[in-house]
């Protein structure tokens, strides 16, 4: 048999073992009325159970392994917290266990009381290689019990992510304008430039944007000069009057502009290009200052993505991708994909971290209907439960995907899995 802890953990919490004329190891009748709470702590591994052994009943713990001899290997005889061990559950009984005033332990063998099915099952599960152990088995689950689970890692997805949210909040001493405003730089560069936008985020903060929010100008010469893309002459009257208006902001702020090389271009459509972005995000900057208090004061989710819309991008950007480049037809709008990344990964993140931080439970209400509102993301790993037969209706149901794939397939932790539980069960 080739299996851990963590299964005899399932078949012990679920009982899914065979309890007919249960008997300790040596001889004496069993009875479970209740299995006890794992336990995810140090110490035994259930607590509060409740057995009948004889005509005795005790409560307490249950500690169980592999072998009994493991209570051994694992030092639990010198540890005073094993004391109150009141039943050790192994699937072979190797030796006897004493407890520390001598007593000896009583055991419950599960050796031949699991059923084969069941194991080969689990063995089915974590002995693929594959990064998707239940890919052949995840369509006899029914799409509730899918949908429950997924509405657990979805949350688990936001909760992890709102202690960056926090943690960077607390940097910038409960600024949260300035905090959604580096999260919302990050965003807009769409994974491959997201740490250059961050970066430039940290080099300008937004209340400087605010100072010069009547000179839709002067808020792009400090994207761009930050960004560090004005260093060149210019023959184009935009590109060089943005580059005027920086060398008088760099000196009045004492700004150290970033390394241009730090920009990815390479494998990228023109309308993906960082220059394209950074003209879409001033145009935001310029459109909505303040853009914490403007998300969320918004409710109505097509307000949202207007906020998005109809950017006033600068006209030069229609027919270059690139100081220097010209183009034809390049597109200066954040597309509908893009948009919805944004209202996905920032607003809808922001709002429910709010909400948590702040105890208000409307903020998370409305970040939940954010999310079943936006269409399901398209990706390699969405595609893949797609085809396996799951069914994801919107963006919620796709970012407890992600979650579900990142901390549970991946890491083969199917006992801790809604889902794998559910397909053990039916063994």
């Known amino acids: 048999m080739n299996f851990s802890e963590d299964f005899l953990h399932y078949v012990w919490q679920f009982r899914s073992?065979?309890?007919?004329?249960?008997?300790?190891?040596?001889?004496?009748?069993?009875?479970?009325?209740?299995?006890?709470?794992?336990?995810?702590?140090?110490?035994?591994?259930?607590?509060?159970?409740?057995?009948v052994i004889g005509e005795t009943l005790w409560a307490g713990n249950v500690?169980?392994?592999?072998?009994?001899?493991?209570?051994?290997?694992?030092?639990?005889?010198?540890?005073?917290?094993y004391d109150n061990v009141i039943l050790h559950v192994v699937f072979e009984n190797d030796i006897e266990i004493k407890r520390i005033d001598g007593s000896v332990l009583p055991v419950l063998v599960l050796k031949d009381r699991i059923a084969r099915d069941l194991i080969e099952k689990y063995e089915n599960l974590f002995l693929t290689l594959t990064d998707f152990p239940c890919i052949a088995q995840i369509g006899t689950v029914d799409q509730i019990h899918i949908d429950s689970f997924l509405s657990r890692t979805l949350i688990e997805r936001f909760e992890q992510k709102t202690e960056l949210v926090i943690a960077t909040?607390?940097?910038?001493?409960?600024?949260?304008?300035?905090?959604?405003?580096?999260?919302?730089?990050?965003?807009?560069?769409?994974?491959?430039?997201?740490?250059?936008?961050?970066?430039?985020?940290?080099?300008?903060?937004?209340?400087?944007?605010?100072?010069?929010?009547?000179?839709?100008?002067?808020?792009?010469?400090?994207?761009?000069?930050?960004?560090?893309?004005?260093?060149?002459?210019?023959?184009?009257?935009?590109?060089?009057?943005?580059?005027?208006?920086?060398?008088?902001?760099?000196?009045?702020?004492?700004?150290?502009?970033?390394?241009?090389?730090?920009?990815?271009?390479?494998?990228?459509?023109?309308?993906?290009?960082?220059?394209?972005?950074?003209?879409?995000?001033?145009?935001?900057?310029?459109?909505?200052?303040?853009?914490?208090?403007?998300?969320?004061?918004?409710?109505?989710?097509?307000?949202?993505?207007?906020?998005?819309?109809?950017?006033?991008?600068?006209?030069?950007?229609?027919?270059?991708?690139?100081?220097?480049?010209?183009?034809?037809?390049?597109?200066?709008?954040?597309?509908?994909?893009?948009?919805?990344?944004?209202?996905?990964?920032?607003?809808?993140?922001?709002?429910?971290?709010?909400?948590?931080?702040?105890?208000?439970?409307?903020?998370?209400s409305r970040a939940v209907k954010l999310l079943e509102s936006l269409p399901t993301e398209q990706n390699a790993i969405t595609d893949k439960f797609t085809s396996a037969g799951v069914v994801m209706d919107n963006a919620f149901a796709s970012q407890g995907i992600l979650q579900l794939k990142k901390h549970y397939c991946d890491q083969k932790k199917c006992l801790f899995c809604g889902i794998g539980i559910k397909i053990l069960k039916q063994a």
């Open 17 to 51: 073992f065979d309890h007919h004329k249960l008997k300790t190891a040596d001889g004496e009748e069993l009875k479970i009325l209740h299995q006890g709470f794992l336990n995810k702590n140090a110490g035994p591994d259930f607590n509060n159970a409740k057995i």
């Open 169 to 364: 909040l607390n940097e910038l001493n409960g600024n949260w304008d300035e905090t959604f405003y580096r999260f919302m730089a990050r965003n807009f560069g769409f994974k491959v430039n997201a740490l250059p936008f961050e970066l430039l985020a940290k080099t300008v903060p937004q209340q400087i944007y605010g100072r010069h929010k009547n000179n839709p100008l002067q808020i792009e010469a400090l994207v761009f000069g930050s960004a560090g893309f004005l260093n060149d002459q210019f023959d184009d009257n935009y590109p060089a009057s943005l580059k005027k208006e920086f060398q008088f902001l760099q000196k009045k702020y004492a700004i150290k502009p970033l390394e241009v090389s730090i920009w990815k271009f390479m494998r990228m459509r023109p309308q993906n290009f960082p220059t394209v972005r950074l003209a879409q995000f001033a145009a935001l900057i310029i459109k909505a200052n303040h853009l914490f208090s403007k998300m969320m004061e918004i409710s109505n989710v097509v307000e949202l993505q207007l906020l998005l819309n109809d950017l006033p991008v600068h006209h030069y950007w229609k027919t270059h991708y690139h100081f220097k480049k010209p183009a034809d037809g390049v597109g200066i709008q954040i597309g509908k994909t893009s948009a919805n990344n944004i209202l996905l990964n920032t607003v809808a993140l922001f709002l429910f971290a709010y909400g948590k931080h702040t105890g208000t439970q409307l903020y998370i």
């Open 63 to 81: 500690e169980i392994h592999i072998k009994s001899s493991d209570w051994l290997n694992h030092h639990h005889q010198v540890d005073k917290s």
